[in-house]
């Protein structure tokens, strides 16, 4: 039997369907892999069953682990995943030689939503699934729809909405359906990136820690702000730190995850 939704006002429907979908062409299922957007594809295909297309925006720099789970989404969904056409995270870093951080974000918004609203508006009509929850609709802080609103001849629907989803509801369906998430769901060089996920990142990926430094010492900037922590703000600093056996607190303790969904301040886009 379905758990009752947590999200009070919201009830679940179980009858499937949106009126408003009909005959509107193509349905675009915006699929970063996170663990909202990786539940609502998943259930749709349960209890709207439809020709679907899945696409996420692949940015060259995913972990193993992401492209893991992107295979496993595949057999789950019984398709491939469409990925989408644009430029990869290495190409924008060349383009401008600076690395995305706070004050130039354009990682997000020119190599994922940029090729993702052209792609779906080449689609026109259609109608595009978007994993934002139901308790992200309400209160001071509720989101009406994402930030790339008003693609011609593309409506928007928010099924977890709809269906009154919360997050206690997505991790429990998702536990029901045995899929983990990833702790890293977004690129190895994230600036929004805590210590201890750099050092993870550092003990486990050492040939993408090299690639990352040299990034750093040919732009001339650092990922990080001297300002963040009282760690180094270059990968080369902490590198140092690191060999020299400095491990920031609960870092190398496996049973504490490191969701990326959790951060202070992280990309939707990409946790979703």
Same mark, same amino acid.
């Given at each position: ?9 919201? $009830? ?117 699934? #978007? ?5 992200? #609709? ?32 997505? &991790? ?7 899929? &983990? ?26 040939? %993408? ?26 990968? $080369?600093?902490?590198?140092? $730190? ?12 496996? &049973? ?6 959790? %951060?202070? &301040? ?7």
């Amino acid at each position: 039997m379905e758990a009752a939704t947590e999200t009070p006002g919201l $009830q679940e429907r179980r009858d499937g369907g949106f009126p408003c979908s009909a005959g509107l062409g193509r349905k675009i299922v915006a699929l970063s892999g996170g663990k909202d957007s990786t539940a609502m594809a998943l259930r749709l295909a349960e209890v709207e069953p439809a020709e679907y297309e899945y696409c996420i925006t692949p940015t060259g720099r995913e972990l193993p682990v992401m492209v893991e789970h992107w295979a496993k989404l595949e057999c789950l969904l019984g398709k491939p995943l469409t990925r989408i056409p644009g430029p990869s995270l290495l190409d924008k870093i060349k383009q401008y030689k600076a690395l995305p951080n706070f004050r130039m974000r354009y990682c997000t918004r020119e190599v994922k939503i940029e090729p993702f609203i052209k792609y779906a508006a080449s689609l026109a009509p259609a109608i595009c699934y #978007v994993g934002i929850r139901a308790d992200e #609709v309400l209160g001071d802080d509720a989101r009406e729809g994402t930030d790339w609103n008003g693609i011609e001849g593309v409506k928007q629907d928010l099924p977890l909405v709809r269906w009154g989803w919360g997050i206690n509801r997505v &991790t429990e369906y998702l536990r029901e359906r045995g899929v &983990t998430i990833p702790e890293r769901t977004d690129c190895d060089c994230c600036y929004h990136q805590r210590i201890g996920e750099w050092w993870r990142l550092w003990r486990d990926h050492k040939d %993408r820690w090299q690639e990352i430094e040299a990034l750093e010492t040919w732009t001339g900037h650092t990922l990080r702000s001297e300002q963040r922590d009282s760690w180094p703000a270059s990968l $080369q600093g902490m590198r140092e $730190q690191f060999e020299a056996g400095n491990i920031p607190k609960g870092a190398a303790q496996t &049973t504490i995850p490191l969701d990326v969904a959790e %951060r202070s &301040t992280m990309c939707a886009w990409c946790a979703r």
